[in-house]
């Protein structure tokens, strides 16, 4: 039997742990467009502020493949998914085939159409390679940052941010931070917490330009405000990464590629988990993506075991 996993955070470690339960011998293959050893995405904010080393960013141990029989080919982008063959197609070409596949890519960042935002110095907030290239950019004094998006991703920059000594505003176009989860009376106590931390908001409102020659210097917000901004950080939402299926793909897609209780799609022997993954939810019986980390590990091992036939 052999397993190939697209994607290398927490859903595809519980997939692997998942399938080690049931099948001990099994061929298992990760490949991921990242070049790390697995690592914890919700870090990266600390990684940022110098509260966690990239040794403390790590998932799982150094042996985790090693122990758990892997193949992890880091740094390979699957381009495409062919389920009519039972392969993966990879960037280099080579293609490479499975009897069960785990889709485990994620989520990637929603960029608006908005003038200017293809300048220097303008990065979303996901992956530790982003982290390190903001890192290096706010080394050596004080920066002007300004933040779209007042959700959890776009606090998580805040707080590494502004851990990090830059100065930063964050501009939403709710009239609340964390609006996806909180009224507006938990939001102030969030606003007013954060506010006496350093950072500031621009609320009902958001940016409708970029200025700059090659690098971002000033951006407009919807009233005409500019404000100076040395680096500017999208973080407006997150959608599935669903980019390995094809045009032609017979796969279903809602929000997320659409799973049963055993995290299988409906074309038999191929599963998704975590992040790009839409499945029924308990309490409220409806299907949603449910973008959280333990939930993300739970379907990757629920997916795991019912792939090895457990």
């Known amino acids: 039997m052999h397993y190939v996993i697209i994607g290398n ?11 080690r339960q049931v099948d001990q011998e099994g061929m298992i293959t990760l490949f991921s467009d990242e070049p790390y050893h697995i690592y914890s995405r919700p870090l ?17 141990p150094e042996d985790f493949y090693r122990k758990n029989k892997v193949t992890a080919c880091l740094g390979e982008k699957i381009t495409l998914v062919e389920p009519d063959k039972s392969q993966v197609v990879l960037a280099r070409g080579e293609k490479v085939a499975y009897d069960k596949l785990l889709i485990a ?5 929603f960029i608006p159409p908005i003038e200017g935002l293809d300048k220097e110095n303008v990065h979303t907030f996901l992956k530790w390679e982003e982290v390190k290239k903001i890192k290096e950019k706010i080394v050596g004094g004080k920066k002007q940052v300004v933040i779209l998006g007042a959700g959890l991703i776009g606090l998580k920059a805040a707080e590494g941010l502004s851990g990090a000594g830059c100065q930063v505003t964050v501009v939403d176009l709710a009239d609340r931070v964390l609006s996806a989860i909180l009224d507006k009376q938990a ?89 790009v993954a839409e499945g029924l939810e308990r309490l409220s019986q409806e299907r949603r993506v449910l973008p959280i980390l333990p939930n993300a590990y739970r379907q990757g091992e629920v997916a795991g075991i019912n792939m090895a036939g457990g």
């Open 9 to 19: 955070s927490v859903a595809a470690a519980g997939a692997i742990e998942g399938i």
């Open 44 to 60: 990266i904010s600390y990684y940022l502020a110098d509260k966690v080393t990239g040794e403390q960013m790590k998932y799982r």
């Open 105 to 109: 890519t994620g989520g990637k960042p």
């Open 187 to 275: 939001a102030a106590v969030v606003q007013q917490h954060l506010e006496e931390h350093r950072l500031k908001f621009c609320l009902e409102n958001t940016v409708s330009e970029v200025l700059g020659d090659q690098g971002v210097t000033w951006v407009v917000l919807k009233d005409g405000t500019q404000l100076p901004c040395d680096l500017l950080i999208v973080a407006i939402g997150v959608m599935p990464n669903v980019d390995v299926l094809g045009a032609e793909s017979k796969m279903e897609i809602n929000r997320g590629i659409l799973v049963n209780q055993q995290m299988e799609t409906n074309i038999t022997g191929i599963y998704a988990a975590g992040d």
